[in-house]
C-alpha cells in the first residue's frame, strides 16, 4: 500500500479538485431543494390520506434514497428517489418465498380469508342505520372506512392465488397520486398549482418503472427550478421475515426492517407477482464512517458520464465498492483518495472483465447480466486503457483529469491549477 501511496500521489490534489468543484453539490442549491421537498411533501401527502383510506390505513413513512441522500449524487441536486413506505395488515399474514430469479421475491397472503372475517365483522357491528334503529354517526363512519380498506387490498392482489401483485400496487398508486393532485387548482396549460413559500410551483405526473415522477418547476430570482420526484410505493418487513439463503443475512443489527419494490418485469410468466427487494438503509449504514468510499464512488460515476458507458447504471458502481467493504479492512478507506480510487477502479475493471457484478445481497443475481457481451467487452477495454495510461505517467498529475473532464472542462481545469497546487506542467 505504500508503494500504491507513492505511485499516485501526483493525481491526489487533482482527484480531490475534482470532486470538489465538479462533482460536490452547492450548499445553497442543497437548502433550498431540501426546503421546497419538504413542502410539497407537506401539501401533498395529506392530500393522499384524505383521498384513500387503504393509503391512510398502511401509510407509515418517506424513506429519502438514492444517490442523493446516500452522499453518492454526481450533478445538480434535483432529482430525488422517495419510497412511500407502507405496511400490510398482520391479518393477512403476509409470507416471503424466494422466487426463481434472484434478487426477487414472492408475497403471499396466507390468510386472507381471516382478514375478511375480522372486517365484516366491523361492518356486521356497525349495520347501516335504518328508520327505527339509528345508528351513531362515528359507527357509520367506522363501517365504511372498513369496507374501503377492505375493497382496497382486494384490489392488490391476484385474486386467484392471493400473491400481491406488483401491476396492481403501481396502478393504486398512481391513482392516489391523481386523485390528491386533483385537489389542487391547475394552471392554463393542465399543470397542478402548489404554493410553497418559494411561491407557487407547477406539478404533472409522469410514469416511468416502479416510481410515478413528479416534474414540478418554476422561476426563482430568475433562474428555473425544476425537480423530478420520484414516488416509490414501497411495503416494509421485519426481521421476522428476512430472507433466507442465498440471500445475506442481515449484518446492520440497527437496522432490522427492508423493503419490497414494484421493479416491472419484461418477458416473464406472472411477472406482476416478482418484488424487488431493497436494502438502502443497510448500505448506507455499510457505507457510513469510510472517508475515501463516497467520493471514489462519485468519481467512478463521473468516469462513467465522461466516458459514456450508458449500460452502467449507478447502483452497479455502487455495488462493486459493497463488495469492497468485505474484502477490506477499515483502514483501507482512511486511505488517500488515489490509492483509494485506483484500487477500486481496478476492482470494477475486473468485474466487467469477467463480466459478473453480482448483486450484493444475493451474488446469483448478475446485475449486468443482460447487457451484451460485446458491449461489456467495449468497455472493459476502455477502462483497462485508463489504468495502463495512469499507470505508464505516474508524474502527471492531470493524467486522470482527460477521463473525469470534458474537452473545456479539461483546458480551464488545467489553466486554474496549473501551478496553484501541482507545479509547473506545459498546458496542452
Not at 421546497?36 to 411533501?41: P, Y
Not at 391479518?91 to 372486517?119: A, R
Not at 447504471?313 to 480510487?341: C, G, H, M, P
Amino acid at each position: 500500500m505504500s508503494e500504491d501511496i507513492k505511485k499516485y500521489k501526483s493525481m491526489e490534489n487533482v482527484l480531490n479538485s475534482i470532486n470538489k468543484k465538479c462533482i460536490s453539490l452547492s450548499d445553497d442549491d442543497r437548502k433550498r431543494n431540501n426546503k421546497i421537498l419538504k413542502e410539497l411533501l407537506d401539501l401533498i401527502i395529506p392530500k393522499m390520506k384524505e383521498n384513500d383510506s387503504l393509503f391512510k390505513e398502511m401509510y407509515k413513512r418517506v424513506f429519502y434514497g438514492g444517490s442523493y441522500y446516500d452522499g453518492l449524487r454526481v450533478g445538480q441536486p434535483d432529482e430525488f428517489d422517495l419510497d412511500l413506505l407502507m405496511t400490510l395488515p398482520k391479518l393477512v399474514e403476509p409470507v416471503l418465498s424466494i422466487s426463481n430469479l434472484p434478487g426477487f421475491v414472492h408475497l403471499k397472503f396466507n390468510d386472507f380469508m381471516t382478514f375478511h372475517k375480522q372486517t365484516d365483522m366491523v361492518v356486521r357491528y356497525n349495520p347501516r342505520p335504518t328508520s327505527w334503529y339509528p345508528r351513531p354517526r362515528t359507527g357509520i363512519r367506522k363501517r365504511q372506512e372498513t369496507l374501503r380498506i377492505k375493497r382496497g387490498l382486494v384490489n392488490l392482489i391476484d385474486n386467484k392465488s392471493y400473491y400481491l401483485d406488483t401491476e396492481n400496487v403501481r396502478r393504486w398508486m398512481e391513482s392516489v397520486v391523481t386523485r390528491a393532485l386533483n385537489t389542487f387548482n391547475k394552471n392554463t396549460d393542465g399543470r397542478y398549482i402548489l404554493k410553497t413559500s418559494e411561491g407557487p410551483f407547477y406539478a404533472k405526473i409522469c410514469k416511468g418503472g416502479p416510481a410515478f415522477t413528479m416534474k414540478v418547476e418554476r422561476n426563482i430570482s430568475n433562474k428555473k427550478i425544476v425537480l423530478d420526484i420520484d414516488l416509490v410505493p414501497c411495503f416494509i418487513l421485519g426481521k421476522d421475515t428476512w430472507p433466507s439463503k442465498p440471500f445475506r443475512q442481515n449484518s446492520v443489527e440497527t437496522k432490522p426492517e427492508y423493503f419490497i419494490v414494484p421493479k416491472p418485469l419484461k418477458d416473464v410468466a406472472n411477472s406482476s407477482r416478482y418484488w424487488r427487494l431493497s436494502f438502502q438503509e443497510q448500505e448506507r449504514e455499510i457505507m457510513e464512517g469510510k472517508r475515501a468510499l463516497k467520493p471514489t464512488i462519485k468519481l467512478l460515476k463521473r468516469l462513467r458520464d465522461i466516458q459514456n458507458h450508458k449500460c452502467i447504471a449507478s447502483y452497479y458502481i455502487k455495488t462493486v465498492s459493497l463488495w469492497q467493504t468485505d474484502k477490506r479492512d477499515r483502514e483501507f478507506w482512511n486511505n488517500s483518495l488515489s490509492v483509494v480510487f485506483m484500487n477500486i477502479l481496478k476492482d470494477y475493471h475486473e468485474c466487467l472483465n469477467k463480466k459478473n457484478i453480482p448483486y450484493y445481497w444475493n451474488k446469483n443475481n448478475n446485475l449486468i447480466g443482460k447487457v451484451k457481451q460485446d458491449t461489456l467487452i467495449n468497455v472493459a477495454n476502455k477502462i483497462k486503457l485508463i489504468i495502463d495510461d495512469i499507470e505508464k505517467h505516474p508524474n502527471d498529475p492531470f493524467v486522470i483529469a482527460k477521463y473525469l473532464l470534458k474537452a473545456d472542462e479539461l483546458n480551464n481545469f488545467k489553466k486554474e491549477h496549473n501551478t496553484t497546487y501541482f507545479g509547473t506542467f506545459k498546458v496542452k
